[in-house]
């Protein structure tokens, strides 16, 4: 089974300051990973996924995220961030193989961004 | 492609009640996931279908709850005798099998308050 920690719920920063909120993981087979964005009452938007390749993946919005293997992390990155990226940020792991339970994406619980003026 | 439509939005039922959700999914995708979000937690997978067969229902949360997908393309979510712990998000997601990386794309979510 995989699992997904999300070590900040919440993350206070300052208009045009850089971000990054961190996410770890754990499988023991390769996993999908993807970042999702969550405005307040809405469902929840793809921000970026990383399959293969280039560890460095951009999404929308201007935000960035780096696969790290050997410290199983994700961590979502945004150099300049504004008022309009208040939301609550999920990081997701999928496996590749799709069978049972294990197609759906598995949550992290999520990390409340604050941007303060 | 209209995106992933579910309704209601909102429910506001009383404790012992039945509750119906309906999900559509973007055409032609052949997956189709149920997934509950509480107040300050991710979303928890819930079941999920390939067309008309459901793959996956032990995670569902109790034997109140269930899901159809009886011709492949909507699908419904029912939870019967309704309880105050079910108050919750109900998100559908949708996907093509087959589609790179297992991406999956969220509706807009059915909040339920039992009351």
């Known amino acids: 089974a995989q699992s997904v920690t999300q070590l900040d719920s919440q993350v206070p920063v300052f208009e045009e300051a850089p971000v990054e909120l961190r996410c770890n993981y754990s499988?023991?087979?390769?996993?999908?990973l993807f970042w999702y964005v969550q405005y307040p009452n809405q469902g929840l938007q793809l921000l970026l996924k990383?399959?293969?390749?280039?560890?460095l993946v951009k999404g929308i919005n201007g935000f960035e995220a780096e696969f790290n293997k050997s410290q199983t992390s994700f961590h979502l990155r945004k150099p300049s961030v504004h008022i309009s990226d208040t939301a609550e940020y999920f990081c997701a792991v999928s496996v590749p193989y799709s069978g049972g339970g294990a197609d759906g994406l598995t949550f992290g619980k999520g990390t409340h961004l604050i941007i303060q003026p | 492609d209209t995106g992933v439509s579910q309704n209601p939005r909102h429910k506001i039922t009383k404790r012992g009640q039945n509750v119906t959700f309906r999900c559509d999914p973007i055409?032609?995708?052949?997956?189709l996931y149920w997934y509950r979000q509480t107040l300050g937690q991710g979303p928890e997978f819930l079941t999920y279908?390939?067309?008309?067969?459901?793959?996956?229902k032990s995670r569902l949360l109790s034997d109140r709850f269930s899901a159809e997908r009886p011709k492949g393309s909507f699908s419904t979510l029912e939870i019967q005798r309704t309880e105050q712990g079910d108050s919750a998000m109900y998100l559908c997601a949708s996907r093509m099998e087959g589609s790179s990386g297992n991406t999956i794309y969220f509706g807009e979510g059915s909040w339920l308050t039992v009351v």
């Open positions: 279908f390939q067309n008309e067969a459901q793959l996956e």
């Open positions: 990383y399959l293969s390749g280039s560890t």
């Open positions: 499988s023991s087979v390769s996993v999908y």
């Open positions: 055409s032609e995708h052949n997956r």
